[in-house]
């Protein structure tokens, strides 16, 4: 089932939650709401899930 998706606007990538109620953006420590987005860019830290098991997701951007 899906729980998110990725979403291009205005130039720029973003995560947008459709079912993960602890994602959380560990770089700014702004928790993600189901609806919500995070803008990916350089660096930026996304926890999915702070269960066990989780997944931290680590944003690297390539080309130029």
Do not use: C
């Not at 899930?49 to 951007?61: A, E």
């Amino acid at each position: 089932r899906r729980v998110g998706y990725f979403r291009l606007h205005g130039g720029d990538w973003f995560l947008v939650n459709e079912g993960m109620p602890g994602m959380k953006n560990l770089s700014s420590g702004e928790e993600i709401p189901i609806t919500g987005k995070v803008k990916l860019e350089e660096g930026v830290q996304v926890l999915l899930s702070p269960d066990d098991g989780g997944r931290l997701i680590q944003v690297q951007m390539a080309g130029g």
